[in-house]
């Protein structure tokens, strides 16, 4: 079965890789023909309504069968990819704004019962079903605002038991269909439980834990909390060289409260991607960059902490290549992208195109598609993900932070009205 979009808008493709205007944009008038759940081709959409026949006599072409589906100019933009999500915990930790409006840091509340912590007990007395029923409704939330694609942490179990729970969980909503497809990660390394030392947990996680999401193949990535009160930079070593050693990716928090040395041992080691990073070293970006760390920028964590915004004008100044992504956790409740995007777009004077980037072609690179063809990109061959955007200008898509900008998606090749 073929869908034949025409008369599109401008289209961002991102087709060559590289993010210039000039290489990544389709002017108005094209069309693209979805085959099942790849893009098939992309040409004019004059092209196309002669060689299907759309305004005339029927072809041969015309006995397949195929629907036709007039954009009316609407600009198109890729699938939108969240290279950085906790998505499945249980509970509410709202009351904390006003603890922290009273002047109580994270580690105090940490301290006082709040936290990670407080996560961690509401998600391992939740049932399975209802994991799985908030884990559907935030990918179906997600999907509205565009995402086609999430990475997904685990992190609010920290026993063997409950950690892998969470992943089979993780991997049950990623069978399901018409939802973001999921990248699953193993954080164990989250926190550490209350019930035992920093050196206890480190070891049971390197003996027991790690191996067993290993031996299980649930994740394909390890992410470890590296910021001083949670994981050491020694400690998040000795776990990401095992997690290497056992075939898993490697990704890491870092640098979120003060510079604590991960971006360092993110370069040293060359990590996937560095996350947060809001306190790393200039010198220690440079290197980050030659070592081909990603930079995860988490705008929505410094909205809901109030904290203020990267300077993203010498990032980009540096040519210092980042992503944007939700870091959606009890703490930051949102999953939009574009508001994501229009964060650094509005806030932190950002081009348009570049954090459209953030949330597609770069985000692709620190997470495949499962399939593992080509997405982020609106390519020939790769996969049928992509955003019908509200109007007729792509940037709509990073200057509409409430409302889904996007009257539409196409995910794994089927239209999905918003
Ligand atoms: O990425 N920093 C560590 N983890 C999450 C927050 C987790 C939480 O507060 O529950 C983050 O921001
Ligand atoms: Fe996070």
């Known amino acids: 079965m073929r869908t034949i979009y025409i008369n599109a808008g401008p289209m961002v493709h991102f087709g060559s890789g590289n993010t210039g205007i000039e290489d990544s944009l389709h002017g108005v008038g094209m069309g693209i023909v979805v085959n099942g759940e790849v893009v098939e081709c992309i040409k004019s959409s004059d092209?196309?309504?002669?060689?299907?026949?759309?305004?005339?006599?029927?072809?041969n072409h015309q006995q397949e069968e195929h629907a036709v589906f007039d954009l009316r100019g609407q600009a198109i933009v890729p699938g939108l990819i969240d290279g950085h999500t906790h998505l499945l915990w249980a509970g509410d930790r709202s009351r904390e704004v006003s603890w922290r409006r009273e002047g109580k840091s994270y580690a105090e509340i940490s301290a006082l019962g709040g936290g990670i912590q407080h996560t961690v007990n509401q998600t391992r007395v939740a049932s399975d079903d209802l994991l799985v029923?908030?884990?559907?409704?935030?990918?179906?939330?997600?999907?509205?605002?565009?995402?086609?694609?999430?990475?997904?942490?685990?992190?609010?179990?920290?026993?063997?038991?409950?950690?892998?729970?969470?992943?089979?969980?993780?991997?049950?909503?990623?069978?399901?269909?018409?939802?973001?497809?999921?990248?699953s990660t193993w954080m164990g390394a989250h926190d550490v439980p209350n019930d035992?030392?920093?050196?206890a947990y480190v070891e049971s996680l390197m003996s027991d834990q790690l191996p067993a999401v290993i031996e299980q193949g649930l994740a394909r990535s390890a992410d470890v909390f590296c910021e001083p009160g949670w994981f050491t930079v020694e400690q998040s070593e000795d776990i990401l060289v095992a997690a290497r050693k056992g075939g898993l990716d490697l990704r890491m928090h870092v640098d979120e409260f003060t510079d604590g040395g991960g971006g360092e041992l993110a370069a040293?080691?060359?990590v996937s991607t560095a996350d947060h990073a809001y306190h790393t070293p200039m010198d220690t970006r440079l290197r980050m960059s030659e070592a081909s760390v990603n930079t995860g920028f988490l705008p929505g964590t410094p909205y809901a902490m109030g904290?203020?915004?990267?300077?993203?004008?010498t990032i980009i100044d540096h040519n210092i290549g980042f992503t944007l992504a939700s870091d959606f956790n009890p703490n930051c409740r949102t999953l939009s992208l574009p508001f994501m995007a229009s964060l650094m777009v509005q806030r932190c004077s950002v081009h348009p195109l570049e954090a459209l980037a953030a949330i597609t072609v770069n985000a692709a690179n620190v997470s495949p598609h499962p399939s593992g063809i080509s997405h982020g990109r609106i390519v020939e061959g790769g996969a049928a993900n992509f955003n019908i955007v509200d109007g007729p200008h792509w940037e709509a898509a990073t200057l509409r932070p409430t409302a889904t900008p996007f009257s539409g998606t196409v995910l794994n090749g089927r239209y999905i009205s918003h």
């Open 307 to 313: 904290d203020p915004w990267p300077d993203m004008s």
């Open 47 to 59: 092209e196309l309504t002669a060689e299907w026949s759309l305004d005339g006599p029927p072809t």
């Open 196 to 199: 035992t030392t920093p050196n």
């Open 268 to 270: 040293s080691l060359r």
């Open 133 to 183: 029923q908030l884990g559907y409704q935030r990918l179906r939330e997600a999907l509205r605002t565009g995402t086609t694609h999430m990475e997904a942490k685990s992190g609010y179990g920290l026993t063997t038991e409950s950690e892998l729970r969470l992943l089979e969980l993780t991997e049950r909503l990623n069978r399901i269909a018409h939802v973001p497809s999921i990248d």
